[in-house]
């Protein structure tokens, strides 16, 4: 079975800085789609970005990108210029086929 | 624009009850998802549907039971309310069992099993 893995259960970022949050996968699978939610206070799941697996070039959207290393089953996110409204709990996830499967997350805390 | 709407928003309920959380989609989507969120453990997978009328197990089926009669209804039943069902629970429905697509999720089921 998949199996994703965020290594850091907490992370602390300065306003108006940039981070890096990790996230390793375990596959079999050649064709498959990674993606990074954030889930605020309000408990609502929200889709930051997403990478396609057969896609070598790096997704981005806004002060949001990633560092997908295919080989190394790596799948980072970086945020810049880090706001007040990015502090949320972060999870990587993974999908092939039929199911969707979350890492335990990250929790993001911004210092003004 | 109701997207996943997940009934109730929070329940308590005593150990041996059963009760049914209730999930509907209006995306017309074929793929729908139960997970349960804990503390340290992310979401996990607890029963799946591609479709109407097929369902399959997650990561964590035990202690729960799915049906998929309508494409817009998912709803779960835990059988016997046990302590360790305590979580949160989300309903997640995207376009496709496979690809990019984004997964759409309800709000949140907050239970707590007493």
């Known amino acids: 079975a998949q199996t994703v893995t965020q290594s850091q259960p907490e992370m602390s970022v300065q306003e108006a800085e940039t981070v890096t949050l990790s996230c390793t996968y375990d596959?079999?699978?050649?064709?498959?789609?990674l993606f990074w939610y954030k889930q605020p206070p309000s408990r609502q799941m929200i889709l930051v970005i997403r990478?396609?697996?057969?896609?070598?070039q790096n997704a981005t959207e806004n002060r949001f990108s990633v560092n997908f290393q295919k080989a190394a089953k790596s799948f980072s996110l970086k945020i810049s210029d880090s706001q007040l409204g990015d502090a949320a709990m972060y999870f990587c996830?993974?999908?092939?086929?039929?199911?969707?499967?979350f890492g335990a997350g990250t929790r993001l805390t911004v210092k003004p | 624009n109701a997207g996943v709407t997940q009934t109730p928003k929070f329940q308590v309920l005593k150990t041996g009850q059963s009760m049914t959380l209730q999930c509907a989609q209006d995306m017309n989507h074929e793929y729908m998802s139960w997970y349960r969120q804990d503390p340290g453990m992310g979401l996990r997978l607890i029963h799946y549907?591609?479709?109407?009328?097929?369902?399959d197990q997650g990561e964590v089926p035990n202690g729960y039971n799915v049906s998929r009669s309508t494409t817009e209804d998912f709803p779960l039943r835990l059988l016997s309310a046990a302590p360790s069902q305590t979580s949160v629970y989300f309903c997640?429905?995207?376009?496709?069992?496979?690809?990019?697509?984004?997964?759409?999720f309800g709000q949140g089921t907050r239970l707590t099993v007493v």
């Open positions: 596959t079999s699978e050649s064709d498959y789609y």
């Open positions: 997640a429905s995207s376009y496709a069992s496979r690809g990019g697509t984004e997964a759409f």
């Open positions: 990478q396609e697996a057969y896609k070598q």
């Open positions: 996830a993974y999908r092939s086929w039929d199911d969707m499967r």
């Open positions: 549907s591609v479709g109407a009328g097929i369902t």
